[in-house]
């Protein structure tokens, strides 16, 4: 009988897609967290100045930090917790990396 691996647990390192390339991340830190240690800085450009945004107050007050996350459109950066295999999409057309 074969063993299972066991899933990922927190402090382990996951792959998540950011903008379609894959990041390594810790299982369970925030989005922010992940995305800031791959050296995403913006997550989104404001719609009617287009100034780059980003993580700001990191406890989900400012709403800064809203990006997709699995096809869910408003996702709080800061409030979301990585997992294996998540879907981001910035909306930073100039990301850069």
Known sequence: MRKRAAAPG???LVEILVDGRAVRALDGQSVAG???QAGVAV???NPVTGEPRGAFCGM???FECELTVDGMPGTRACMTHVRDGLRIETSDDDAGW
């Open 10 to 12: 927190p402090g382990d």
């Open 43 to 45: 997550l989104r450009r």
């Open 60 to 62: 989900g007050v400012c």
């Open 34 to 36: 992940a995305l800031h």
